[in-house]
């Protein structure tokens, strides 16, 4: 892009031709104008350009129980007397406090033409990597100081000038249509209630309509089955309108301001599951197919437009339902609920579900035969832009996740509920302060063996406070 605006910022000089110029000074710009050209077609042969970008993150963190890390994804609040995953003995119990610079970010692009296409190749990673393979934070000082890298974004896509889209690689599900609808928290996204899932793919998009007007879009993907015995891929299907005549100005905690057109999306995912029922061979000779559903919604209620200094307000909603989904809630299930995890029931029974990730469904005892977790999940948010001079950004919240078949599946729990309301300041261009409070709900509908560990709703209560330099 940039080589374009050097040879048409030159020929413009040389178009002026005003009469100051001496017919050998306009040999001397026509001289110029081929050597430039010349080293801008050495410097084509030599590929496309590749741009960084990121930002450096840092998070301060307090909160009410020591239940989550930076994350608090579709995790649960601890019941009292209960010790985390990472080591923090009675973290229901106990508070915590967490200086993370672990969601800095960087990424790598570069784009290139070919006849009708656009191409783009991205990779994006951060530093919220597993912790070096250890199940509790192992070192918390390391944990936080030398964290391990993360690959978030690795694909191909091309673009045709006739509306069509072709992606290869690891990008946002097109179930939800992530990432345009995603509560935007300071919290490291996502939080509870929210689809928020990147997922190796193929996908296949058309744009149908003006650019400026009314357009649809449509779109099916292939992407990895949850379960690697699965023989077929998860199948996602979904249908966009999209009005590019009525935008808001709505943005990610970590994303630039910009306007977003009114959209309302509807999305279908099938997953396929297999499982064996005990024969000799151990084959899995049984599978059934999970299929869910999910409506997003950006409505944009005070307008904004290009080069006006206004205030704006953008509202999202989410609403899904179904069956086989619970990867789709940051790829790591909902519920403890797992294969072998019943009495007389033992892995051996089906040839063993360990690659079958926990939180899918569970095996109940006289009926051997999976059964999925059914879930219904919701959210809403409202954000406030205040004019672009001022660069305020408010945003309040709510997502809940409930699993109505939890107590037959014999779950500890069977209700995620989160709000929050958090205030951005945009300093500078790049530099971006934000401040948020939440609290976190989990409901547990069965008692534990840890003493004082009881049935009913429990909470966590954050306060957190970030910086951020885009680059």
Known sequence: MKKLWLLALVAALASLNMPAFADDSMEDVNSAIGALTSKVNDLAKKGPSVEIHGFAQSDYINTT???????????????????????????GNNGQSMFSIRNSRIDALSKETAADWTFKGYLEFDLLGEANG???YGSEYKYFTQPTLRLRHAYVQGDTTDGWEILAGQYWSLFGWDMDYVLSTVAEAPVMGTLYERIPQLKIQKTMGDDKGVQVQVAVAAEKPDQ?????????????LVMNDIKGYFCA??????LQPLSL???????????????SNGTFNNSEWGSSVAA????????GSEGKDDISMVATGEWTYGAGDTLGYNGGGFGTASLGSFPNVSKETYASGTELDGGEGAFVPGNIALQLVQLT??????????PRSIGTIITGGYGELFASNAKVLGMAYDDDTNWFVNVMQDVSKNVRVGVEYSQYYTNYITASATPGATIGTFEDNRLQVTTWYRF
């Open 377 to 386: 999940g919701y959210n809403a948010q409202l954000q406030i832009t205040l």
């Open 265 to 279: 999306g509807i999305a279908e995912r099938n997953a396929q599951y297999a499982w064996a029922d005990g024969n």
């Open 253 to 258: 905690a970590t994303g630039g301001t910009k």
């Open 228 to 240: 690697i015995q699965a023989q077929m891929p998860n199948f996602i299907g979904g249908v966009r």
């Open 134 to 136: 250890s199940a509790d």
């Open 65 to 91: 129980s020591g239940s989550f890390a930076e994350t608090v994804g579709d995790g649960q609040v601890l019941r009292p007397g209960t010790s985390s995953a990472t080591g923090n003995l009675n973290a």
């Open 296 to 303: 997003d919604v950006l409505l944009p209620i005070l307008p």
